[in-house]
């Protein structure tokens, strides 16, 4: 019995963000002296990511630029955040118009977040019978999860050092389920975000709570006597006063991902992608990818190289006799 199709949903701006600053120091330009390294950077997450997963189709969500709906709920949503450097801007604007142009499926929901399209992405992969693979570095993510859906998180290294979150590993993580990583993620708060947690839980305590009780509700249905058992005096507190309520549920508000998006038919995603309209798009911006697209395009994968050999011997004789290297000298 064969396996269920996949889909590579992709974080745009996430990526796009860490392709940025991985790269800044080469800076690379096209022809017209306009910023691509994050460009090259993301296509390149976006290829390599297809040629470890072997998706059946891949989708590529960004964040809508124009407005926001969390940030008219909630103004102080993201309102700390310093002004985008404008070689970082101007690559954001341009990420989805370019990979459009290279044929990808790519996403930019009107008023919400590339965390909606993955939200809605895996849903309707879990609708239709498909498996998901979500990549982001960011946590939110984790909330997704469930047999049908993991996160492949990508962090300092790359998709090389990338992990990949399921039920399971979720669990290991942060010792709870996927359905109760938003009621942590609420509790803990998300300063990126701007959004506080409730004074004194972080994910352990957090944790410790949801394991013990269950959810919030149970915990404060239990009364103050019964959480403090479980996290001390000070935490108890604060959790059942009236400041902790509302600001549990803001945070659920806020961080709840939509997964009612209308998005293109799954079928419509589908890999391979023509070789010759994506070099040609990417070559537009002076972007140059040949044998990294293999996986994207449904070409033969390049040769694996030759492993090196160790430089000299190891044993323990050969480490007492000189090296070639040091005959040389003589």
């Not at 109760?180 to 839980?201: E, H, I, Q, T, W």
């Not at 949801?210 to 000070?234: H, I, M, P, Q, T």
């Amino acid at each position: 019995m064969s396996s269920p199709p996949l889909l590579l949903v992709l974080d745009g701006n996430s990526l796009l963000h860490r392709a940025y600053h991985a790269a800044a120091t080469g800076k690379l330009l096209d022809e017209d002296d306009r910023p691509v390294w994050a460009l090259k950077g993301l296509v390149g997450y976006v290829a390599r990511a297809t040629a470890k997963l072997r998706p059946d189709a891949v989708v590529v969500g960004f964040d809508c630029s124009e407005r926001s709906a969390r940030q008219a709920d909630y103004p102080p949503y993201k309102a700390h955040r310093p002004e985008k450097a404008a070689d970082l801007s101007e690559q954001i604007t341009a990420a989805p118009d370019l990979l459009r142009a290279a044929g990808f499926c790519t996403v930019v929901p009107p008023g919400f977040e590339a965390d909606d399209v993955l939200a809605s992405a895996a849903a309707a992969a879990r609708g239709g019978g498909w498996r998901s693979v979500l990549v982001t570095s960011d946590r939110d993510a984790f909330a997704l999860i469930d047999e049908q859906t993991s996160v492949l998180r990508v962090r300092n290294g790359g998709l090389d050092e990338a992990v990949m979150v399921t039920p399971a590993g979720l669990q290991e993580l942060y010792g709870v389920s996927p359905a109760l990583y938003g009621d942590l993620a609420a509790l803990r708060g998300d300063p990126s975000d701007n959004l506080p947690g409730v004074r004194g839980f972080g994910s352990i305590l957090a944790s410790r709570l949801l394991g013990a009780f269950g959810s919030v509700e149970a915990a404060w249905a239990a009364g103050v006597d019964a959480v403090r058992a479980v996290v001390g005096e000070v935490a108890a507190r604060n959790l059942v006063s009236a400041e902790a309520r509302e600001r549990v549920e803001v945070n659920r508000r806020l961080m709840r991902m939509r997964a009612d998006l209308s998005l293109p038919a799954l079928d419509s995603a589908r890999l391979p992608l023509s070789y010759g309209t994506m070099r040609q798009a990417l070559a537009g911006r002076g972007i140059i990818l040949g044998p990294s697209l293999w996986a994207l395009t449904g070409r033969t994968p390049p040769p694996e190289p030759e492993p090196e050999p160790p430089k000299y011997p190891r044993s323990l004789r050969a480490r007492r006799e000189p090296s070639p290297d040091q005959m040389a000298l003589f």
